[in-house]
Every structure is written in C-alpha cells, then in structure tokens.
C-alpha cells in the first residue's frame, strides 16, 4: 500500500468511516502501525471529524430552537380557522401531544429566561430577555387556549365514539317511496322523529324492481337546498332496496329530500320530515 | 515498541474509544509479544507489524467477550465500566479543535466545500456520492479534500497542537507535550 493510492482514494478517511472492507482496512494497519506519516493523517482526520460533529451539533441545536418557536407560531394561527368535525377526530388527538409538548418547551424556556434575568452577567441582555420572555408568555398562552379547546373537543368526540360502539336497540326503520312529483313539489308525506336519544336512523329506500340490485347508484341527501351528504357506487339490495343508516344528529328538525340516480335511469326522487323527538 | 507502540495504540482506541481499556490492551500487546518472540513464534521478522496487529486485535476481542459475558451473568456484579465521558484534559483539547474546525470553515470559499467536509466526513457519503449530488469532478473532490486537510493541519500546528510526535501516539497528554516540545 503506497501513499499515493492512500491520498487518492482517501483511505485514511474510509478507514475511520468504517467504509474499508475486511481486508483493505487489514492491509492499511498493517501499514499504518509501522508508518508516522499515516498516524499523522489518521489523528489529523479524526480531530477534524470531531471538530465538525461538535459544530454540526451546536448548529443543529440551534436550529431546533428555531423551528420550534416555528411551529408554536403555526400552532397558535390554527386554533382561529379550523372547523373540527367527526371526520377530524383523529388529527385531534394526534394535536394535542405536540400541543403539550410544546407547551412544556415554552414553560421550560420560560424558565432559563427567569434564571438568566436573576444572573448578574445577564444584565446587558435584559431588554432582549424581557421581550424574548413576554413573547414566550404570549405564545404559552395562546397554546393553552388551543390545548383547552382541542381537549375539549376531544373529550366530546370521544363520548360520541363510544356512544356509537354501543349495540342499538329498536333502532326505527323508515321504508320510503320514491315521490311522483319532483322535488320540492308540496309538503312532504313521510315524517321521523329523532331526538338526541334517537342515535342512528335507518332508511329503506324503494328503487322499484328486483334487477336494479346489479346496478350502481348515486344518493344524495338534502335539506332544502343544502346537501348533507352523498355518496357513489351504492348497490341496493336483492329486494331492490338502498338502505342508508343514519345517525341522528345529522337530521336536525326540517325538510328532506334523497335523490339516488344511476346511469341511463330517470333519478328517483324520496322526501320526509324530521320533527323533534325523543 | 518504540516503532510500532503509537500505530497499536491507535488501532486499539480506535477499537474499544476508551483510553484506559486501550492503555491496557497495549501494554498486554507487547507483553504477550515479547513472551512470543522469545518462544520462537515470529518466524518471520518482516512480518512483525501484521504480527502485532493480530495480537492487539485478539486480545481486544478476548477483552470485549469477557466484558459483555460478565455483563448478561449478572448485572449485579458487573465492576463500574471506565468512564466513558471525556477527561476535563480531552474536552479542552475537543472544544479547541471545534474552535479550529469553525474556523477552517469559514475560511472555505465556495461555501459548497463545507457541505463536501459535512457529506463526506459526517454523513458517510461515498465520494461518487457526492461528486453526483454536487456535481464536481473526481478531481475537484479531491482538491477539496486536500485543501481542508492542509489548512486544518497548519492551524493544529499554528494552535501548538501538533499531532502526535511521540511514541505513544494519539493521547491527549501525548498531543500536549508534542506541542509543547
């Protein structure tokens, strides 16, 4: 092993990489034992591989400080536009840890800052720790409220999960008819009732004949003009029947309609009227 | 052990990244060396050096079977390991180099050879890696290499700190007498 191939392929590097095979890094020690001139490179690398691991970590740290005053920011405009719903319950509870680790980070932050302001060598930096510590405050506190706030509706969607593992019993069945007339034409003839208590309404939906069950329909659900819900590739039954299970709190008291339509087939029309129930 | 002590000292903390077990193993090398020699088990003179490096590595695996058995028999009874943080010594001389290594760096023009140091010598990137990521020339690569290593050598040596002179190699006591003599 010469010194040339060592420098040109940098071996010495490889070496303390760990990037050598078996025999090659063999081959260097039983060359580098016996030579000054590799130790001198070997230790020379090492500290320079040292030295910048050290200053990769101070800078990496630094930076963390950084991105997380980010994200306390972010977290804090969050709370101001997001609707949550059933569909967001997950990304709630998946929010509020981070929520509370942050939380902890800026009552930790908080802290040195107090620290530092009782040291006599902190003194020049006062001003800065001041406005440094009243920004932390004002982030602490607005991360509190979305803490509060996403707990809370974590708390509620979680009660409603568990209200709808529970079985149902005597869950009211409500076969529909498609109507003549189109929509919006007259007072509609069926009536539900659905009361907090109510928990989930099925209904059954009458496309006509037995064959349609091959097909693929589309429904959707209004309240007057409003869409509630809607849903594709829907199959009824082998009766002929779509039966849609909903639950009770999407029906507030009003007017209905479902239209479920197929390709090459004139849209059935079905309509009802939720009152207030139990 | 005059001409070989400082490479086995290398390769053995290399090894076990601790000065006191490679202080150990070292001395156990050349013990267990000499009493080989005498035996008549070198045939060979010219092969001293593979020879040496097969003894130190052996009892430095012999070493490390002993050490992690003791350790799953019974943890209770497991002696203190060495302490495995740095001495006040090796921190100074650590925080030193850190401060060279910053300075190197921001002697580096373009600022594209800092992330050629940082790929290469922190992230284990090949150097056909790297020339692709950056596209530079084998060549090129190897300028930058070069060019860090010699800067960062006449500042160890600006600094005092040559590296290690003596015969015992890469200690930080060795380093500091080097530099002082």
Redesign the interface.
């Known amino acids: 092993m010469d010194h040339q191939t060592i ?2 392929t ?1 071996v010495v ?1 490889r070496y ?2 760990g ?1 050598l095979s078996t025999q090659e890094a ?1 081959t260097f ?8 001139e590799c ?7 090492r ?10 970590t ?1 800078e990496a740290v630094q930076a963390a400080v950084v991105q997380r005053l980010g994200l306390l920011a972010r977290l804090a405009r969050l709370g101001r536009s997001r609707q949550l719903g059933l569909a967001l319950a997950a990304a709630a509870v998946l929010l509020l840890l981070p929520a509370g680790l942050l939380l902890r980070e800026v009552r930790r932050l908080d802290g040195e800052l107090i620290e530092a302001r009782k040291q006599p060598s902190a003194e020049p930096g006062r001003q800065e720790a001041e406005a440094a510590r009243k920004a932390l405050a004002a982030e602490r506190a607005r991360a509190e409220q979305e803490r509060t706030a996403l707990q809370q509706k974590s708390e509620q969607l979680s009660a409603e999960l568990e209200k709808a593992r529970q079985p149902q019993v005597n869950t009211p069945i409500y076969p529909l008819s498609p109507e003549r007339s189109g929509p919006g034409d007259g007072e509609p003839s069926n009536r539900i009732a659905a009361g907090p208590a109510t928990g989930w309404v099925v209904l059954s939906l009458d496309l006509g004949a037995p064959e349609t069950s091959n097909r693929t329909f589309h429904a959707t659900l209004r309240r007057g003009p409003v869409t509630i819900w809607e849903g594709g590739g829907l199959h009824p039954d082998p009766q002929g029947s779509l039966v849609l299970s909903l639950p009770a709190s999407l029906l507030s008291p009003g007017d209905y309609s479902v239209t479920v339509d197929a390709k090459n087939t004139a849209p059935a029309h079905f309509t009802f009227r939720v009152r207030p129930g139990r | 052990m005059e001409r070989f002590g400082r490479g086995i000292r290398f390769l053995l903390l290399e090894r076990t990244r601790d000065a006191a077990r490679a202080d150990d193993l070292f001395q156990e090398t050349f013990r267990l060396a000499l009493e080989k020699v005498r035996a008549g088990e070198l045939r060979e003179p010219e092969k001293l050096a593979p020879f040496l490096r097969q003894l130190a590595k052996n009892l430095f695996i012999a070493d490390y079977r002993k050490t992690t058995k003791r350790a799953t028999e019974d943890l209770d009874d497991v002696p203190a390991p060495a302490d495995p943080e740095p001495s006040q010594l090796d921190q100074v001389l650590q925080a030193e180099d850190a401060r060279l290594v910053r300075e190197l760096l921001r002697e580096l023009e373009p600022p594209r050879d800092r992330e050629v140091l940082f790929r290469f010598y922190l992230a284990s990137e090949t150097k056909e890696q790297i020339c692709a990521r950056l596209e530079l020339s084998s060549v090129q690569f190897n300028l930058v290499i070069h060019r860090a290593r010699l800067r960062f050598r006449s500042l160890v040596e600006r600094a005092g700190m040559r590296p290690g002179m003596k015969e015992d190699g890469g200690s930080s006591h060795s380093r500091i007498r080097a530099g002082m003599s």
């Open positions: 420098d040109e940098h590097e303390l990489l990037q063999e020690e039983d060359h580098y034992v016996d030579c000054a130790l001198d490179r070997l230790e020379l690398s500290r320079l591989r040292q030295g910048l691991l050290q200053v990769a101070e």
